[in-house]
Structure formats: C-alpha cells, structure tokens
C-alpha cells in the first residue's frame, strides 16, 4: 500500500514558489539537516519483535529534504509493519520545503506527531518535542496532527538572510522579509491542509527574532492540533 501512495505524489509545489526557495524561516548554518528513520513503537501492547514502525523525522528541513524524505519511502515500502506516522523533532527550515514535505505527508495519509521516542519511553509514553518555525508548515500537512502535553510549536515571522559584498570584499548580512506574496501562498497552503489562515496572520506579526509557542487553545482555534491521539 505503502509503494502504490508513494507513486501518486508529483513533486514540487509549482515553480511560481521556486523564486521564494530561500524564504527560510528560521536560520542555523550549523544545524544538521533533517535526517529520517524507522524506530518500533513502545512495546505497551506485547507486540513484541512485530511492534509498528513509526517513522523519526528529526534535523532543519532543507531544499532537498522532500526528495529526502521520498527515497526515504520507497527504501522502505517493503516494511509490512511500517505504518504512516511521523514523529517530528526540528527547529525549522526553508518554508517552500516545509510545504513540500507537509503535501508529501497529505498525500500518503501521514499522522504528524511532535515527540521523540528514545531508550526511556514504554508503555505509549513519549518524549517532548519541538516543532519551530517552518517546520509547523511541514506539520500541518498530517491528516491528523498531535503535539502531546510537553512538547510544542512555534512560530514567528518568515525571513531571508542576504549577503552583501562591498568594494573591499567585506561581506554583510541582512535579514529580508516577505512582501506579502508568500504569506498569501502560505494562507493558501494552510486553507488546504484545513489549518486556519490566522495562523499565518498571527505569525507574521511575531519577531524574527523571537517565537511564539502555539497554546493549546490557539491549536483549537486554528484547527491546527489535538493534545491526545
């Protein structure tokens, strides 16, 4: 079942969104890029050698991470106990990406789930999580979206670093913003996924330079997130 989803996805959002490819939402040059693997759920039902396979997205969401991502699936559409959820552990990315890999998740029925699971969890407990900036975009692509009590979202303004060059070779970097064309994308973006426009609203009024964790209520109010599975 797996394969035959993964064939169905066509790609990039359009090539109108390629000119915003450095529209990053949040920048770490020495953050490592997202990496993905299959890790068995806790063993809280005796399931034993034959517990589902959840799949572990953690790391910045890249240019390349959708192709990442679908490599990724294919690699692995032979797993009979692979089921589609998405444990999301990141600090954010570049946004057009982040929209990519959410309509891959939208496509293959993905559940996004902002947890991490480790030595420490059993019996269905997990352990916290954050989901930042670009990475919510990724997120709102899961056909069902859960931040569990601990973890969280964040949001904030989306901006580009560009670098400029003086005649003396001495390089400056400044942040750019979005004149509107992207955010519109964005809110187009959201309104499919079924999350509220407000929510790209409200976070292109937060700082760049600052984060707003998303409360509960305003997961409710957006449509954004359940607390519980």
Same mark, same amino acid.
């Given at each position: ?8 996805? +066509?790609?990039a ?14 920048s ?12 068995p ?8 050698s ?10 910045q ?11 990724f699936l294919?690699? %692995? ?29 939208r ?12 030595a ?5 407990r ?13 997120f ?6 859960? &931040? ?11 901006f580009?670093n560009?670098?400029h060059? %003086?005649?003396?070779?001495?390089s ?6 979005d004149?509107?064309?992207?955010a519109?994308?964005?809110? %187009?973006?959201?309104? +499919?996924?079924?999350?509220? +426009?407000e929510?790209? +609203? ?11 964790? &998303?409360?509960?209520g ?7 997130a359940?607390?519980?599975?």
């Amino acid at each position: 079942m797996l394969a035959a989803r993964v064939r169905v996805f +066509r790609g990039a959002i359009g090539p109108v969104l390629a000119a915003f490819g450095l529209l990053a939402a949040i920048s770490h040059a020495s953050a490592q890029s997202m990496s993905f693997r299959l890790e068995p759920l806790p063993d809280g039902a005796g399931c034993r050698s034959h517990c589902p396979h959840v799949i572990v997205a953690e790391g910045q969401i890249g240019n390349s991470t959708p192709h990442a991502f679908l490599d990724f699936l294919r690699a %692995n559409a032979s797993d009979r106990d692979l089921r589609t959820v998405v444990f999301l552990n990141s600090q954010g990315g570049y946004v057009v990406a982040s929209m990519e890999l959410g309509q891959i998740f939208r496509r293959i029925g993905a559940a996004t789930v902002v947890a991490r699971l480790g030595a420490s969890t059993g019996k269905g407990r997990f352990l916290t999580a954050s989901c930042l900036s670009a990475c919510v975009y990724a997120f709102m692509g899961g056909r069902k979206r859960v &931040v569990p009590p601990g973890s969280a979202l964040g949001i904030h303004r989306m901006f580009a670093n560009q670098e400029h060059t %003086n005649l003396w070779g001495d390089s400056k970097s400044e942040r750019v913003y979005d004149n509107g064309s992207m955010a519109g994308m964005l809110m %187009n973006y959201s309104s +499919r996924m079924g999350v509220s +426009r407000e929510l790209i +609203r409200y976070a292109e009024h937060i700082s760049s330079l600052s984060i707003h964790l &998303v409360t509960p209520g305003e997961m409710a109010r957006w449509n954004l997130a359940t607390r519980v599975f």
